[in-house]
């Protein structure tokens, strides 16, 4: 059984910086792909950003993209989304997921077999 841990989420003002953490449980971390997912009531569970299992393949969101950076600590079995410049638009709760096949990450959220609690992230304007 794998279990993800997210962490990190709070009040921000617009224009800051949050880093978002997930600690995984699983022998085999670092053979996992990993994704970033965020949900606003209503609406779909959006890819925010992935990562290779080695780490050497990253994707984001185009909305994303020059502000947050996914990376991961095999060593730790974490993986981190660092967010700058957030918007009131960028108002969620935060999912991590785990893909257990690895290969590269899928922004697809049913190709993700176990997901943590999620994490509450709000921008104020």
């Known amino acids: 059984q794998v279990q993800l841990a997210e962490s990190g989420g709070r009040l921000v003002q617009a224009g800051g910086s949050l880093r978002l953490s997930c600690s995984v449980s699983?022998?085999?971390?670092?053979?996992?792909?990993m994704g970033w997912f965020r949900q606003t009531p209503g609406k779909d569970r959006e890819f925010v950003a992935g990562i290779s299992s080695k780490g050497w393949r990253t994707s984001y969101v185009d909305s994303a993209k020059g502000r947050f950076t996914i990376s991961r600590d095999n060593a730790r079995n974490t993986v981190y989304l660092q967010m700058n410049s957030l918007l009131p638009d960028d108002t969620a709760i935060y999912y991590c997921?785990?893909?257990?096949?690895?290969?590269?990450?899928?922004?697809?959220?049913?190709?993700?077999?176990?997901w943590g609690q999620g994490t509450q992230v709000t921008v104020s304007s």
């Open positions: 997921a785990a893909d257990l096949a690895g290969g590269l990450p899928s922004p697809n959220p049913t190709e993700y077999q176990y």
């Open positions: 699983g022998r085999t971390f670092s053979n996992y792909a």
